[in-house]
Nanobody, 124 residues
Framework: VQLQASGGGFVQAGGSLRLSCAASGRTFSGYAVGWFRQALGKEREFVAALRWSGGSSTYADAVKGRFTISKNNVKNTMDLKMDSLKPEDTAVYYC??????????????????WGQGTLVTVSS
């Protein structure tokens, strides 16, 4: 499975971006998709996750109320809508897929496949 993350870019604080994660080689069916990010000099951190089959989404506290993860059935992608962006959201954003259980959605070790990352830069 190969994942392709796209949609990153440069935006001013308060702005919005939509990231997309597409899979090739198989579909997301039966899997969950997670978004993680890694800022320069920092460890990779969990952002959001959602099972492809539906159910509740999970968010990191730092992005709750500002980011929304959703499935795009038309494009067969898992999207991350990011609103009210802050400079501290600046990072390379990665999508990943796997079969985490409820307690491991935020654990990158629960994900099997990773995309190459897309850079999000938020200016103050």
């Amino acid at each position: 499975v190969q994942l392709q993350a796209s949609g990153g870019g440069f935006v001013q604080a308060g702005g919005s971006l939509r990231l997309s994660c597409a899979a090739s080689g198989r579909t997301f069916s039966g899997y969950a998709v997670g978004w993680f990010r890694q800022a320069l000099g920092k460890e990779r951190e969990f952002v959001a996750a959602l099972r492809w089959s539906g159910g509740s989404s999970t968010y990191a506290d730092a992005v709750k109320g500002r980011f929304t993860i959703s499935k795009n059935n038309v494009k067969n992608t898992m999207d991350l809508k990011m609103d009210s962006l802050k400079p501290e959201d600046t990072a390379v954003y990665y999508c990943a897929t796997g079969r985490p259980i409820a307690s491991t959605y935020s654990d990158p070790r629960a994900y099997y496949y990773w995309g190459q990352g897309t850079l999000v830069t938020v200016s103050s």
